[in-house]
Structure formats: structure tokens, C-alpha cells
């Protein structure tokens, strides 16, 4: 199955999963919302990469009222939830169904944002990927990306996955979601190294790279464009 039909087929429980998938999910937003360092009433323009129903959009719209955003994903019923999340202010949103690896975007951005969806890609693509991404961004601009982090020895991919699966057990009663959300892992995710995501960043032009917040294996990635 395509990767946006997997995502298309969840919407109906999507934001309430992720909250029992991750329940750190606050904190990693929250932590992401303090590192955006612009005046909260400056009219940014942000650019939200795998937007999904809007999630990460709608923390950063809370901090700036007055920000303009692009969402873009493959999934178009994703995108169709983030629509009626921001219905009320079409002046500000637009969005656009499409493939990151190949847009075009129309102007450059002040702040881009991703959460949960670059570990789709392979470390070549995500190596492209942030190239692409700084060539997004003005100058000053900042790259915020919440992501998974492959573990660096056998013991810790399965720490990691072992601790995911018990709170997933804990929190969601519905056999049926935790068997999708494995199989949707199994079939989708292709985390890498910490080390080298932040190599890839550094690499790409990006000063101040850091992985500000971890929590197993999700991180909140720092790059500033300076
Ligand atoms: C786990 S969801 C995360 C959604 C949202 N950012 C959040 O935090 O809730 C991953 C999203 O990335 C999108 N996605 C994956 N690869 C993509 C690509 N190459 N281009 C655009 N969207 C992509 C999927 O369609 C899906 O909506």
C-alpha cells in the first residue's frame, strides 16, 4: 500500500493515536514551540513538511497569531483535516498535496517545520532533504524537525521498541490500531542514527545543529540558517 493511503486510512482516530503512541507528543511540540526565537507577534512565514492533520502548525500558530503557513503532504485526507482545523483562517494556511523530495516552493520561509514524517524517507533522501530545506529558509531561518533516531547497537533498537509497544499496550485497548500502527512501522519507518542526522544538517549548511530534547527514540532537531 502506498505510503499516503496508509495515512489517508487513519485520519478517523490519527490525532487521538498519536497522543497514546507518544505521550510525550506535549512536550516534544511544547519544547519545539520555546526554540522558535521570532518576536510572537511577527507575521512569519512557515513552511510545515509531511503537515499531516496540522498538528505541529496548530502549536506554532498558538505562539504566532499572525503567521502564514504552507502545509504540504502526500496524504490529501490528512491535509483535508488540517483544512477544517484552520477553516477559520484562510488568509493564513494554504496547502498543497505533493511529494517534499520534489516541490517547488514559492517563496522562502522564516521557519520550517516537520514532525513524524522525514524517518519515511531513506539517509540519502533525508541527506537531500536538508539541503533542500536550507535553501528554503531566509536568512535568519531555522529548521525545527521532531523525529525518530535509530538506536546505535541491537540493544537499544529494541529498548526502544520494547518501551513503545508497553505504552502503546497501556494506553490504546484497540488490538486492531496497535496492529496497523506495527505494521505501518514495519512497512514505512526507516529511522537513522542520531549522529548522523546531525552530521546531515551540519553538512547541508546549518549552524547550531543539535538535538535539543530526546526521548527514547524521538528527538526534537535544532538548525538554525544564519
Ligand atoms: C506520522 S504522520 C505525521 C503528521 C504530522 N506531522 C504529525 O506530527 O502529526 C507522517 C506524514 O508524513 C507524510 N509524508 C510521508 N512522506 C512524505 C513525502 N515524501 N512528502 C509529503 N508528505 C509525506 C504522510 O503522508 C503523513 O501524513
Known amino acids: 500500500m502506498p505510503i499516503d493511503q496508509a495515512f489517508n486510512d487513519s485520519i478517523a482516530y490519527y490525532d487521538d493515536w498519536m497522543r497514546k503512541a507518544l505521550p510525550n507528543y506535549a512536550d516534544l511540540f511544547r519544547t519545539a514551540q520555546e526554540l522558535v526565537p521570532f518576536p510572537p507577534d511577527q507575521a512569519i512565514d512557515v513552511l510545515d513538511l509531511g503537515a499531516g492533520t496540522g498538528l505541529f502548525s496548530q502549536h506554532i500558530f498558538e505562539k504566532y497569531p499572525n503567521a502564514s503557513f504552507l502545509l504540504v503532504d502526500l496524504a ?22 505533493g511529494d517534499y523530495r520534489s516541490i517547488a516552493v514559492p517563496h522562502t520561509f522564516d521557519l520550517v517545520i516537520s ?28 529548521f525545527l524537525n521532531i523525529d525518530q533516531i535509530r538506536g546505535e547497537t541491537d540493544y537499544l533498537r529494541d529498548l526502544y521498541w520494547t518501551h513503545w509497544l508497553t505504552q502503546v499496550r497501556r494506553n490504546e485497548p484497540s488490538q486492531k490500531r496497535i496492529q496497523e500502527s506495527i505494521e505501518r512501522r514495519t512497512a514505512y519507518d526507516r529511522d537513522s542514527l542520531l549522529a548522523d542526522q546531525l552530521g546531515w544538517l551540519s553538512e547541508a549548511g546549518f549552524v547550531n545543529v543539535d538535538c535539543v530534547y530526546k526521548n527514547f527514540f524521538v528527538g526534537v532537531f535544532l538548525a538554525m540558517k544564519a
Not at 490529501?76 to 498535496?97: D, I, N, S, T
Not at 539541503?131 to 529558509?137: A, E, T, V
Open 115 to 142: 514532525s513524524l514524517s522525514i524517518h519515511h524517507l531513506s539517509d540519502a533522501e533525508k541527506r537531500d532533504l536538508f539541503h533542500s530545506i536550507h535553501g528554503f529558509l531566509r536568512t535568519p531561518g531555522i
Open 76 to 97: 490529501e485526507k490528512m491535509l483535508g483535516v488540517a483544512k477544517r482545523r484552520f477553516g477559520g483562517h484562510p488568509q493564513q494556511f494554504a496547502y498543497r498535496v
